[in-house]
């Protein structure tokens, strides 16, 4: 049994004439022939006769009999080849981002009114990204899409830019340097706190580039959260150099500067895994955060 057999079986139940049953089929009434014979011959019955009362032909009890099963047979194939659909309004899924704490604070607020908005049963979970498990939880489903910087990325990933940034530095309004121009040595010289959530705690991107200029800058304190920087900052006289958009936040109470050294800059992007490139799903959540971005859906 294959799918021309179904289509012809089912034709000659509707049309009961082998002649229609073909024009339905878009075949000639030879190839309708050949295949009501291959039926004939699976089934070990006629399942049509010709009808004595006229042009076309009956089905036996046998054919009646499967009529229920050959529709439900080809509802089925044509469920199969029904586009998916993703009612944002309607569901209740959970929806997990990894990220880390600045894109998060960069994006969180807007995210989540705007789907509470569009969609009041959806849920959002962000996780911190696990370098060692990102690519399997991406890949099995348990993370829907990273947001972050190229290197946390896997390059099989699909990748679309949500936002550029750049570094800065701040320190708390009233610091006893005052507010003027700094050279690297002054910047070096002073005490700092620096974000870090891998290796040496006291050191982050900032004093590996120093490095490769031939300073050091003094690192008093290490935290691994961006959220609790400003606040620390903001009650001692440490200075920070961490990503604009984010310091920004803390204007009221930080003096934010440009850092006296040339610093890449940074640009956050979402990723996905190539199997969700045409999940409706999938493609709904990258829309809100390209929304949420700023930026052109």
């Known amino acids: 049994m294959d799918i021309d057999l179904l289509l012809t079986l089912d034709a000659l139940l509707r049309e009961q004439n082998i002649t229609h049953a073909a024009a339905r089929l878009g075949i000639s009434q030879p190839a309708m022939s050949a295949r009501l014979a291959r039926l004939r011959l699976l089934f070990g019955e006629p399942l049509f006769v010709p009808s004595p009362h006229g042009r076309g032909v009956l089905p036996t009890p046998r054919a009646e009999a499967l009529r229920p099963q050959i529709t439900t047979v080809l509802q089925g194939i044509s469920s199969m080849l029904e586009p998916t659909t993703f009612n944002a309004q309607n569901s209740n899924r959970t929806f997990v981002i990894a990220l880390h704490e600045n894109p998060a604070l960069m994006l969180g607020a807007e995210l989540q009114n705007q789907i509470s908005a569009a969609a009041p049963g959806i849920r959002l979970r962000f996780a911190l990204p696990e370098t060692q498990l990102l690519a399997a939880q991406m890949e099995n489903g348990e993370v829907d899409i990273y947001v ?150």
């Open 148 to 297: 972050g910087i190229n290197a946390g990325a896997h390059d099989a990933w699909v990748r679309r830019k949500l936002f550029d940034d750049e570094y800065a530095t701040a320190q708390r309004k009233g610091h006893p340097r005052g507010t003027g121009p700094m050279d690297l040595k002054s910047y070096c010289d002073l005490s700092h706190l620096v974000v870090s959530s891998e290796g040496d705690p006291f050191s982050g991107f900032v004093d590996r580039h120093l490095a490769g200029l031939g300073h050091q800058r003094n690192v008093v304190m290490s935290t691994q959260s961006y959220a609790m920087a400003p606040a620390i900052v903001g009650g001692t006289d440490l200075l920070c150099t961490l990503p604009r958009r984010m310091l920004q936040r803390f204007s009221q109470t930080l003096d934010i500067f440009q850092p006296p050294l040339d610093l890449p800059p940074i640009v956050i992007g979402m990723y996905w895994h190539p199997k969700n490139g045409q999940d409706p799903a999938n493609r709904w959540l990258r829309e809100q955060l390209l929304q949420a971005a700023g930026r052109q859906v």
